[in-house]
């Protein structure tokens, strides 16, 4: 029977060529602009590690001396005094302080590489394991390179690809500035969307080119303002790097893993602790007042999906439905001119749910044939998507498996819910009138 | 006029397909009023004057790295160097950029014992950095060579000179922004003293409010990441850009970040901006599209529907121009309808939308605007088929069904 109405519909679509043409059209262009906004949207939005998102807080103190902002939000970024005094805790399953710096890199010898100014990741040892990421070769460094300020890197897989050639390059040796440094790590392609760990701003940019430990950075004074997010409300002593330390600056970002509640309570009360300690030493004036963030949270709070993604959604739905109700009134122009055929097949003892079953099938072949031709044109718009948006990681512009099929099945439930008046329209027919001019 | 109620009665007969082309109308004129509102405003923010010469300035990043020793010295080498090249008209060091996105900006006080009077960027540099950006000194004057001081680090901690935007006297002299001449700013608590007020110079940041309230102190700093403005004469542009590494490159653990023209850091702080418009156009020519489809389907179906009337019509007497009349009012009143669903709509939902979509309320002239450009895009598109409505001949009527 359903094949019968299957041949049926698509004798039909064969019969009006153009009519057919023109609603899987409008249908796959409302679908293409949908998708194609939806995407970067549900990209953007993505829980960047979802087994372990809700274990991951973000540390916040107020250590200043007057109410930040609203009174409710803090600075995303700790002094570095607090980051040393937070490190010696071993509540958190791991832990991570971390900053950036910009450096010229080049090979020892060869010549041929023309040295590059890149971005430098400068982080504490629990970074890898926190963060999960994929290694090519060799490891990040221990504990104990990291507090001795050890002269290692962990380079990207570019960074190898570029230096070395992409070899197994663990062990050998770079310039990095007018030092040198030995890699240590290899990372393999690893791309976390959004990049949740750094400044909000650089969510959708590339990870860092290499690693370093967070003590190298210090021990060697390397500082590149333009890569770190720093509130300073008070004067340091003087212009040296160690009162820089010392002074009340907040530009460490620090995360923590806290695997239950338990843990997460304990280390609540260590941070108030710490603060409590500090006032009686003249710091955090302003009152107790600390926070733990959760790492979705977090991505709400600094608005890292953009408002202007989310607004795109809106009017790219909104364009759908113009395209579905367009679809609408082919439909109800199309069935119209079946008026004679719905009559005739009627008068010959078809029921009324015959006639919507024969027209949902041909209604959805429509809805996914047009889905499918939507998915190409979202492809096309993603394609566009990746132009315009140059300056976003490419990864945003892609459909995982879920979304492909979710731009089918959008296609084939949108146009049958656009489909169900016109169809039920048409099997309210009556035989009589129909057959009366035959 | 004769043919409204006869229009009307057939509306009411048939009410479905007008009816959702009426709908279709209305969501096509809400998402287009809103669309091209944003683009208007998109376009506006970015059309604000940064305050600098956009044509001729040049930004220049380099390091100071500390292996060579005392960096206020490295400092004033790279500024004797840079003037030196051949079509730079000046260079001065400063803190931050324009619309970099990254900078450094405070809350401003008349008494240091009152409340804050204002807030806004920072920029800290010498008695050059007038003529390297190319800006415009309105009133008092610029800074002595004698009022510079040279830091390492945190310059807005240092009690100086300044001197400030137009934009930034006013909203702290509203009535006479002069009065701001000569009397003291402080921030961080140390007084500043105001001796000359610059036209306009944009901060940090474009999205924030107080992007034109600028102060630019006497204090230049000399750190790692060192930044410059040089002002280049009108078409040496490339002969500079490509100068200044063989120049400035003097050393080995010398590097330059990058060197580009201030105009291409302004586009980069608006890419998103940018990029959000060319959507915005590309979503406003497809709806059009669409819906002009839209109403040349219903139209030709209606006629094709009324073939037999339009004859019959024809045959009693009605001129080719009443056939053409009638079609043109009927699609006016549909379009008319659905402008105003999309107007009360706008009312409606205006507070939600405003909030969901963070956009701000569209003015009554768009509406007004947009509400006659729909009908007149309705009018345009239903002009082909009802030109072939009128052909239609009387004798048809005489031919059987």
Known sequence: ?438 | MRDLIPILKTLKKQKVAPALLAFQIAVTFMVLVNAIYMISERSDLIARPVGANMENTLIVIANLPNEQGDLTIQLENDLTILKSIYGVVNAAPITGLPLEGWGLYMDFKLDPNEEDVAYGGYFGSNENLIDAFGLTLVAGENFLPSDIQTVENDGIFKSSKVIITKALAEKIFPDNWREMLGKSLYYHKEPHEVIGIVDKLQNAWNFWSAVEYTVISAVQEANDTQRYVVQVEPSQMASVIEAIPEKLLTHPYKQIDSIEALSEVKTRSYQEDLATNKLLTVVCIGLTIITIFGILGQAKFNISRRTKQIGTRRALGASKLQVIRYFMLENAIITTIGVFIGILAAIILNNQFVELLSLSPVPANFLFLGAIAIILLGQIAVAYPVSQAAKISPAITTRGA
Not at chain 1, 23 to 45: E, K, L, R, W
Not at chain 1, 108 to 129: C, G, M, Q, Y
């Open chain 1, 1 to 438: 029977m359903y094949s019968y109405y299957f041949k049926l519909a698509l004798l039909s679509l064969r019969k009006t060529p153009l009519l057919s043409l023109l609603m899987v059209t409008m249908i796959a262009i409302g679908i293409g602009a949908t998708m194609t906004t939806y995407t970067v949207s549900y990209m953007m939005s993505k829980d960047p590690i979802p087994n372990k998102s809700a274990q991951l807080f973000q540390v916040q103190l107020d250590s200043m001396d007057e109410i930040y902002g609203d009174g409710k939000d803090l600075p995303y970024t700790i002094t570095y005094q607090d980051t040393q005094a937070l490190l010696e805790s071993d509540i958190p399953k791991y832990q991570v302080a971390l900053s950036a710096i910009q450096k010229k890199i080049s090979h020892e010898n060869n010549a041929h590489i023309i040295p590059k100014s890149l971005k430098v990741r400068t982080t504490t040892s629990d970074f890898f394991s926190m963060f999960e990421t994929p290694f090519l070769y060799g490891s990040g460094w221990s504990k104990q390179d990291g507090k001795d300020a050890a002269q290692v890197a962990v380079l990207s897989k570019e960074t190898n690809n570029w230096l070395f050639d992409g070899e197994n390059s663990v062990g050998k040796t770079f310039r990095f500035g007018a030092d040198t440094y030995q890699v240590i790590g290899v990372l393999n392609s690893w791309e976390p969307l959004p990049r949740f760990y750094g400044l909000p701003h650089e969510a959708y940019t590339k990870p860092h080119d290499l690693f370093i430990p967070f003590n190298t950075q210090i021990k060697n004074e390397f500082f590149t303002d333009k890569l770190v997010s720093s509130t300073c409300w008070q004067e340091s002593a003087d212009d040296s790097f160690a009162s820089f330390l010392t002074s009340e600056c907040m530009w460490v970002i620090f995360w923590v893993e806290l695997p239950d509640k338990q843990a997460h309570d304990q280390y609540q009360a260590f941070i108030d602790n710490h603060a409590k300690e500090q006032q009686s030493l003249g710091r955090f004036t302003n009152r107790i007042y600390n926070k733990l963030v959760p790492l979705k949270q977090y991505l709400i709070d600094e608005k890292v999906v953009s408002d202007d993604s989310k607004m795109a959604v809106w009017l790219a739905v909104l364009f759908l439905i113009v395209c579905l109700l367009n679809c609408m009134s082919l439909m109800i122009a199309k069935f119209h001119a079946k008026a004679g055929e719905v009559g005739l097949r009627r008068a010959v003892g078809a029921s009324k749910q015959d006639i919507i079953k024969q027209f949902a099938i041909e209604l959805s072949v429509v809805g996914v044939v047009g889905g499918l031709l939507g998915l190409l044109f979202a492809q096309l718009g993603l394609l566009a998507a990746k132009q315009t948006y140059s300056y976003l990681h490419s990864g945003l512009m892609q459909m995982n498996l879920q979304l492909l099929i979710g731009t089918v099945l959008l296609a084939l439930i949108s146009s049958l819910v656009f489909g169900l008046y016109p169809i039920i329209r048409a099997s309210q027919m009556q035989p009589s009138s129909q057959l009366k001019s035959l």
